[in-house]
């Protein structure tokens, strides 16, 4: 099918239903982190289980090797505990690494929440690490710098961060999607061009503070994001010069980049490094993001599929997300990479939804370095790409500004997925609903006028579909047959599973990943139509950032 035919608002979850997963936060009990799940609770007596340990450790924690289980008289131990405690700290760390990837994708799932939770910043950045190794054939480099804005020198000097992302050779496997603005910003625009004629991509450059923007000069920012783009080739003595460099920016719109600043502050090549983690390039390309998002899968190849993304406000994609960039040691043709990048951009990007604005500088990157020798199997990598970009899709909406609960609204039973789409679009948009949802006030109300909004404007075919209309919340029944269906108990209770799903909006760091769960069914589910769509609340936190964003 021609990419351009597709349904752009299609969704598809992953066709393998989700792995399990511990349940809870995990709790600390002296040194050694254990699942709440796995913890009694009150009142209640759990069956006797057999427990598996490893080779050389006994229930009593301590060396199991026949009769030299015991501890002989004057031992110390010290040497078993520090075997022990080596068990535990990988054990740890591979319970974190299974929990992560084994909860991804419930976030999209109607009826389901992902039970993930994190203890602290310190835990949450600790699980991203576990993931953040880099691909075979990657470095990266991150630098900082101040510049005086030349459109607000009133503002003074404000903090301006660079990461580079390089390969160590040239490559011309790279896909890439774009915002569709009508006013793209320069690197968005130098990004078609060495994507339309085929370049060899060794590096990628990224500010923030700034997006370049049409911003007042000759060209638009062209020649200033050129400009970057050589000196790093420079620096790197990269064999493709400035052609081989994909630049992005983020930030405020408008503003003409401190070039001579940003030359001179570029990570040189002693500063790139292949042993640095995915999380450094993830904090530097963060602007108003309280944290930074990351997910990364291991193939069956042995290969690796490492994404980072940014992205807090200004989110409603369409073709891309704000700045994403997806690296892999898999070897796939361009032409397999550019579509499933691109199928796999409609089923998670484009359904999110912060605040309903498109930025004129989404970019979405797939390069892939061909370190891997051992040939993947295509579907592999597909199922692992849609993964990757389903969940950081949803971190992102997660780390909105100002979000305090993420609402996941599923469509179904409309005539198309387009129509399902937008439903579920203007219930996430719908600022009186985001509004309620903030306050944990179940004002049902608000969706049901939202979806018949949307309904009213399709004319006899919406007055078809509302029709044994069915609205839940939190699997509870508020609407069917066209009247409400309330009670003081279920208030309660739509009240509490609101305040279930919400978080601290500034905290740094997801203290979980769980939703508020909207179900909307149209003409008595018999449409084929279906479609799910992550939003956020409205707080007046995100007002407050949005009118302090420049300074």
């Known amino acids: 099918m021609d990419q351009n035919s597709r349904d752009p608002f299609r969704f598809a979850a992953p066709t393998e239903p989700p792995r399990l997963v511990p349940r809870g936060r995990a709790a600390r009990n002296g040194a050694m982190l ?53 068990f535990l ?126 911003p007042p000069d000759d060209d638009g920012g062209l020649s200033a994001s050129a400009k970057v783009c050589e000196a790093l080739a420079t620096s790197l003595q990269l064999p493709g010069g400035g052609s ?70 200004m989110i409603e994609p369409n073709m891309a997300t704000m700045l994403c960039f997806l690296m892999t040691d898999v070897d796939l043709p361009r032409e397999e990479l550019q579509d499933q990048l691109s199928e796999c951009v409609l089923k998670s990007f484009n359904a999110i939804s912060v605040d309903g604005d498109e930025s004129t500088s989404d970019t979405v990157v797939l390069i892939s370095s061909q370190q891997c020798s051992s040939p993947v199997d295509p579907s592999d990598f597909k199922l692992a790409l849609q993964e990757v970009c389903m969940d ?60 018949g909004q949307t309904l009213g404007s399709l004319g006899h075919l919406g007055e078809q579909m509302a029709q044994n209309c069915i609205c839940r919340i939190g699997g509870e029944t508020i609407f069917e047959n066209g009247q409400f269906s309330l ?13 279930f799903a919400a978080a601290d909006c500034e905290s740094p760091y997801p203290e979980h990943r769980r939703v508020v769960d909207v179900e909307v069914i149209l003409g008595g589910g018999e449409g084929p139509g279906k479609a799910v769509v992550l939003g956020s609340d409205l707080t007046t936190e995100y007002v407050k950032i949005n009118a302090d964003y420049r300074s």
């Open 487 to 499: 009670d003081t108990e279920k208030e309660r209770r739509l009240s509490g599973h609101l305040k």
């Open 244 to 313: 081989s460099v994909l630049p992005s920016s983020t930030g405020v719109i408008g503003w003409r980049l401190p070039v001579a600043e940003m030359v001179e502050a570029l990570p040189s090549a002693k500063d790139l490094s292949a042993s640095s983690n995915a999380v450094n390039a993830a904090q530097g390309i963060m602007t108003t993001d309280r944290y930074p998002k990351l997910c990364a899968r291991s193939l069956p190849n042995g290969g690796r599929l490492v994404g980072i993304a940014k992205g807090a406000g």
């Open 34 to 86: 254990v699942p709440q799940a796995l913890q009694r609770p009150s009142g209640v007596e759990l069956p006797r289980v057999s427990v598996l340990r490893p080779r050389g450790v006994s229930a009593a924690c301590g060396p199991s090797a026949g009769r030299n289980t015991r501890r002989r008289r004057g031992q110390t131990g010290s040497v078993w505990v520090s075997g022990l405690s080596s």
């Open 392 to 451: 950081l899709a949803a971190q992102i909406v997660r780390n909105g500004e100002g979000t305090g609960h993420v609402i996941r609204v599923s469509v179904s039973g409309a005539n198309c997925d387009q129509t399902a789409s937008s439903v579920a679009k203007a219930v996430v948009n719908g600022p009186l609903f985001k509004s309620a949802i903030a306050g944990n006030d179940p004002n049902v109300g608000r969706l049901i006028g939202k979806v």
């Open 89 to 214: 700290v990988a054990k740890q760390l591979h319970e974190r690494r299974a929990a992560r990837a084994a909860g991804s994708g419930a976030e999209w799932l109607a009826g389901k929440q992902d039970e993930r939770e994190f203890a602290s910043e310190e835990d949450y950045l600790k699980t991203l690490e576990l993931e953040g190794a880099l691909p075979k054939g990657f470095q990266i480099g991150c630098s900082s710098l101040r510049f005086v804005p030349e459109e607000a020198k009133e503002m003074g000097q404000l903090p301006m961060k660079l990461t580079v992302l390089c390969l160590d050779e040239p490559s011309d496997r790279v896909a890439a999607v774009f915002t569709q603005n009508a006013f793209p910003g320069a690197p968005v625009r130098l990004g078609k061009q060495r994507m339309a004629s085929q370049e060899k991509i060794q590096a990628i450059v990224v500010n923030n503070k700034i997006s370049n923007v049409s």
